[in-house]
């Protein structure tokens, strides 16, 4: 179990269902949507999300799911979460409060599930989706508004 590389076949994915979405004024991409004044529904946003999931299923990968919390609107973006390693996972630390409480329901469901923790982030911020394998010796970690140096 586990991954160290970002071209390599993927057998296994995480993934939430986006019942309790929710746009949320966290970054400038949303904010910038907020005001807009667009707007979406839930029924859309699961519609997408079970064409996403069917299409890593057609191509043979088991997809997992965790189950969608209430008061969690952004959890169904699992890459966040951290990165999974060839050890285990390595679970992250949010810097946005509205992200926090997905951390615990992911130690649950990794627990649930025996996939082992190899490591999580106490100290400043990391997100998996600032951090990509170049190849299997080295990661490029983006140093932004969500992961900083001490958190890397």
Not at 6 to 11: C, F, Q, T
Not at 17 to 28: C, L, V
Not at 127 to 135: L, Q, S
Request: hydrophobic letters at 35%.
């Amino acid at each position: 179990m586990g991954a160290d590389n970002e071209y390599g076949k993927l057998r296994k994915v995480l993934l939430c269902r986006p019942d309790y979405y929710a746009w949320q004024p966290i970054n400038e991409t949303a904010k910038a949507t907020i005001s807009s004044g667009q707007t979406f529904t839930i029924e859309e946003a699961q519609k997408q999300h079970r064409e996403f999931s069917d299409a890593f299923k057609s191509a043979g990968v088991e997809v997992l799911f965790i189950e969608p919390r209430k008061g969690l609107p952004y959890q169904q973006y699992t890459r966040d979460l951290g990165k999974m390693t060839g050890k285990g996972a390595l679970i992250g630390r949010f810097r946005q409060p509205v992200r926090h409480g997905e951390t615990s329901a992911c130690e649950e469901f990794f627990a649930s599930q025996g996939i082992p923790v190899f490591g999580k982030v106490s100290k400043g911020f990391f997100e998996g989706g600032d951090v990509h394998y170049i190849d299997n010796e080295t990661v490029a970690c983006g140093l932004a508004a969500r992961s900083d140096k001490e958190g890397i």
